[in-house]
């Protein structure tokens, strides 16, 4: 029998049947008619009807048989619309007085979130009740399939399904599911909820639960999240379940118990919360009765972060840390710190911030994680007060930065201190298109008021010190720019800097540091006011630091090449090695001049990089410090090479060497000073398949530090990757026996496998990315990124 028109078929069941309801195909403006809602198309996100239970019904099919005022017969390729639902069926009765659709054969149903076949549906077109037998189903608008024996949808995003299955494998991928008796699922809620659930693995029960609930779309819902297993020969098998709490709009929990089999199993959550002061995060970590180390006890560590702003004038800060023993990260994989880590940080900061002045309370403290050095000082507190007056007067700003500081510590060798800054500064900005000149003059004034009480009566140290010293700036510097066709068409840049600086000499040798350190020499520190971080030591300084630059830029003015270079010329000798860490100012230097500074990077064609650095010193004709970066990049990965030098004298000179190796001094961490190559790479070969692998050799000790090799696959709705790593964690008996000092390597092999899709996802933290990973002691960096 030939196939009905669309309109010669409505209009006959309107005119016969129920016309208010049923309506033909409506003709567009030239003529054809609209397109029908494709099947496997997802609309949620098409705009819904006020009422869409009385939008009209579309109905064509091969054959009618109608009873007027009882039902309609529609067999023969039959299709019906309603809004966004869409059903397929060899055969479909309409039930007029109940409004109630029976589809029988190949039946088809789509509502724009869902898709089903079954061998029999019902649909109550006055309300959201659909039920299904034997079907299969699939989710239009996020991954997600299964079958079920029996399906019934009681509300709008609402389905209740029997004997089900379901999984985020694509059709005819088996790899995972999970079944149970019945399962409730919540579109609107976006989770699934099991009963007698089973997880299965090629169709083989791994475990059960009586209960489970998960998500299934990305919004937060309480319920367990899906589980991961891998392997070490470290800690042998682990099983990781984690389980989410969504307690508030504005606060949630996510708790996971980390099974080990070496160790014992772990409780690890992060709690977040969101509040009119902004957002803070708690992260803890619990292992009681470490089995591997038991002579340990009890392994633990928690982390509290909070920033925010309240009504634009109050700014807060919140970082604490803190671990159960100072090898913790050494021996656990953990999320809040690294076993590089020297100290955790324990500080708390409230600001209060306005247009001219603001004001800030700060508390601060550590937790020292080596068994030999110093103790940092406490602040307990600090309080500070800065004034800005900018345009003061035609060209002039004006400042004043203050604190008061109370200083306490651990150390029975250090004093402990109250400290008063105030430093007013006048400064003159002078700004153009192709130059700027600032100069600057500040005035130094600070108050010690220093506790001797138990250090030796030989102490260099005084109890109240009162030190004022000025400080004189002036910095100049242009840019010039002229089309340089040397190296192709480019516009190249000329950026030479001047700068003068002055700062007398004054005795400092009676105050303890507290909070201050020697800040890096690279080019960027030539023009430095300030040696030191803090205010406790002020170099002296009578000196000119000249340096320039030269940038290339391409026709997209996309800056390609940049070298600087420069150095500092010391008016007064004897200032030049003042104030290093390490007392070398009783040396007499051989000329006035510091050591050369260049930086330089290129990007050719934005898939060659070079970073690099150097600092020559004139006096030993020498290379102090080095740096270099290679870097070939395609879109599918990239291999790197780079390698990094200090010289034994440089870090004797800069670094206080007291506080992290003990009495041991520079013989406790090198003999020959750094000296350390890398090769780093990652490639990705295919949707499903990368790897990464990256080897760093010291070539003081002649010996590897550190090398780790990756290979992961992910699949649509799994991923498994393997993991070896070698890495040096220290010297039996120790680094100061060398070279007779053995290395000591702890390898170690890993599985991982997880599942991706309903509420799983994978970064670049995890590994499996297979480009920039993060969890080795010496991690990925890219040279000339702030460039591009």
Known sequence: MPRFPRTLLAASISAALFAPQIQAQQETTDGSLQELPAVDQCLVNQPEAENPNQLPINVEADRLEGVNGDKAT?????????????????????????????????????????KTISDKAVNNLNSDYVELDNTKYQFLCEPGRGDAVFVSKTGKAMYEIEDGSITSCPEGDNSWRMTASSIEIDQNEEEATFFNPRFEIQSVPVFYLPYLTVPIGDTRKTGFLYPTVSYGSSDGVEFEVPVYWNLAPQYDLETTLKYME??????????????????????????????KYSEKGDRWAMQYTHDGLYKENWKFHIDYSKVSDIDYFSDIDSGIGKREDGQLVQEGKFQYRTNNWDATLLARDFQVLTAEGNQPYRILPQIGFNYYSPQLAPYVDFDVISHISN????????????RVHVEPGITIPIHTTWGSWTTEARILGTHYQQDLDGLPANTPYKENVTRVIPEFRTHMGLVLERDSYVLGGYTQTLEPQIQ???????????????????????????????????????????????????????????????????????????????????????????????????????????????????????????????????????????????????????????????????????????????????????????????AS??????????????W??????????????????????????????????????????????????????????SGLTGLDDSDNSLGYGRPFFLNN
Request: with cysteine; proline share 3%.
């Open 74 to 114: 529609y067999s023969g390729n039959v299709v019906v619309v309603q809004g966004k639902k869409r059903m397929q069926a060899d055969s479909v009765t309409l039930h007029q007085q109940d409004n109630v659709v029976v589809a029988e054969g190949n039946v088809t149903f789509s509502d724009g979130q869902v």
């Open 708 to 765: 780790l090799a990756r290979l992961n696959y992910i699949d649509d709705c799994w991923y498994i990757g393997f993991t070896y790593s070698n890495q040096l964690r220290g010297w039996t008996p120790g680094f100061t026996d060398y070279p007779n000092a053995e290395p000591d390597y702890e390898n170690n092999f890993s599985i991982n496998f997880g599942i991706v899709g309903f509420g799983t996802n994978i970064g670049a933290g």
């Open 500 to 690: 003068y600086l002055y700062v007398p000499k004054e005795d400092q040798s009676d105050i303890a540091l507290y909070d201050t350190t020697l800040l890096q020499t690279d080019y960027y520190g030539l023009f430095r006011s300030r040696k030191f971080s803090g205010v406790d030591q002020i170099a002296p300084a009578n000196q000119f630091s000249y340096g320039a630059s030269t940038r290339f830029f391409d026709d997209m003015y996309k800056e390609r090449l940049n070298i600087s270079f420069g150095q500092i010329f010391y008016l007064d000798k004897s200032t030049k090695n003042n104030g290093n860490l390490a007392g070398a100012s009783g040396e007499d230097p051989e000329s006035n001049y510091s050591a050369w500074a260049v930086e330089m990077d290129f990007n050719f064609n934005d898939y060659l990089f070079y970073h690099g650095g150097v600092q020559y010193d004139i006096d030993s004709s020498e290379m102090q410090v080095a740096n270099s970066t290679l870097e070939y990049r395609t879109n599918n990965g990239y291999i790197q090479g780079n390698y990094r030098y200090v010289t034994k004298e440089y870090i004797e000179q800069t670094v206080d060497l007291d506080s992290i190796a003990g009495t041991d001094g520079i013989d406790g961490i090198t003999r020959e000073g750094i000296s350390q190559a890398g090769v780093l790479t990652g490639y990705t070969f295919s949707p499903n398949w990368n």
């Open 262 to 291: 070496k160790r014992g199993t772990q409780l690890n959550s992060v709690f977040r919360y969101l509040t009119d002061f902004g957002q803070g995060k708690i992260e803890s970590e619990y292992l009681p009765d470490d089995k």
């Open 693 to 706: 692998a990256q080897y760093f050799y010291d070539l003081t000790t002649d010996q590897s530090i550190e």
């Open 407 to 418: 200083f306490e510590t651990d150390d029975n060798s250090k004093p402990s201190a109250l």
